[in-house]
């Protein structure tokens, strides 16, 4: 079975921390994903990624950085956190058939509180 | 742009009644959609997608282009199946979700 990995379920920092939501998968998946789920607003992608040390930009970067240095860890940073940053977070992944992945595979999120 | 519409928020019906959940989307090339739910207190997990014309659980979703509709739906709904319904689009490899519409079922 896939597991994806969110190493915090619940997480609450001050306005202007510095905050590293971690994710891990264990099927040497290629791609990986950062969403924010809110309610009424859905899930936004916020940066992806195809390989290790690659990155891109999703529709609501602004923000968040990302990392990832090994293929099965991919970080997301928010570099001075804000109240509006307070969020569930979704990490996903998926590996690469026929040029388009066939399913994402969801972590459990984490619920991140910015005071 | 391309983007997934989900209209309704909430959808409220009693059990063994029908169901119908309406996704829209936007997209200039032939589209790819899923549908994935969430559960409470569980992840969210693909239910199914148009390419495999699957019907899973009694879910079924047919694509329309011509009204750029994929709407998922039930002919008797359950109890069990309340939950986050989630419609998304491929987009060059990367999947863009609708706003989510949440789906009571009442005994």
């Known amino acids: 079975d896939v597991k994806v990995t969110q190493s915090s379920r619940y997480l609450v920092k001050r306005t202007g921390e510095k905050v590293f939501l971690e994710c891990v998968q264990d099927m040497d998946h290629e791609n990986m994903f950062w969403y924010r789920q809110d309610p009424g607003l859905g899930l936004r992608l916020i940066y992806f990624s195809y390989d290790v040390k690659m990155k891109e930009k999703g529709d609501i970067p602004e923000g968040y950085s990302v990392s990832r240095e090994k293929k099965e860890r991919f970080s997301l940073i928010l570099e001075s956190a804000s109240t509006n940053q307070t969020s569930m977070y979704l990490c996903?992944?998926?590996?690469?058939?026929?040029?388009?992945?066939?399913?994402?595979?969801f972590g459990s999120g984490t619920q991140l509180s910015v005071l | 742009a391309q983007r997934v519409t989900q209209p309704e928020k909430l959808l409220s019906v009693f059990k063994g009644a029908p169901v119908e959940l309406k996704c829209n989307y936007s997209y200039s090339g032939s589209p790819e959609l899923f549908w994935y739910v969430q559960y409470s207190r569980q992840r969210l997990q693909l239910l199914l997608r148009h390419i495999s014309r699957e019907s899973i659980k009694g879910f079924t979703a047919d694509l329309n282009k011509g009204e750029t509709s994929f709407h998922l739906k039930k002919p008797f709904a359950q109890e069990e199946d309340s939950a986050m319904y989630y419609c998304?689009?491929?987009?060059?490899?990367?999947?863009?979700f609708g706003t989510g519409t949440r789906l009571q079922v009442f005994p």
């Open positions: 998304a689009l491929m987009r060059t490899d990367k999947l863009i």
């Open positions: 996903a992944s998926g590996s690469q058939g026929q040029g388009r992945f066939e399913k994402l595979f």
